[in-house]
């Protein structure tokens, strides 16, 4: 089994900070992308970062200066560094890891449970 665990959430004033961590475990091979998406009340699921094994990354427009992914790929972990925050940034903020359990698998992706992340006004 694979386990992708989120924590860091919370609630935060607007202008405040706070740092997520994603955790992955279980019987795993290797990683590829590691990722966050966030979903607020009755709207879909978004991309906020990726990063890839190598550490390029890629954010969405409305994160841009703002929030910082990053990885240690001895953990198997992710981050997700939030400055700045804004009531637009509510939502729940869930990691996916896309990997192999093994050397003859194929890479696939698998999701955490979401971690409720709250910006007051």
């Known amino acids: 089994q694979v386990q992708l665990v989120e924590s860091g959430g919370g609630l935060v004033q607007a202008g405040g900070s706070l740092r997520l961590s994603c955790a992955a475990s279980?019987?795993?091979?290797?990683?590829?992308?590691m990722g966050w998406y966030r979903q607020a009340p009755g709207k879909q699921r978004e991309l906020v970062a990726t990063?890839?094994?190598?550490?390029?990354?890629n954010y969405a427009d409305s994160v841009k200066g703002r929030i910082t992914i990053s990885r240690d790929n001895a953990k198997n972990t992710v981050y997700l560094q939030m400055n700045s925050l804004k009531p637009e940034d509510t939502a729940v903020y869930y990691c996916?890891?896309?990997?192999?359990?093994?050397?003859?698998?194929?890479?696939?992706?698998?999701w955490g449970q979401g971690t409720q992340v709250t910006v007051s006004s």
């Open positions: 996916n890891a896309d990997l192999k359990r093994d050397r003859y698998s194929t890479y696939t992706l698998y």
């Open positions: 279980g019987r795993i091979f290797s990683i590829n992308a």
């Open positions: 990063i890839t094994s190598g550490g390029s990354t």
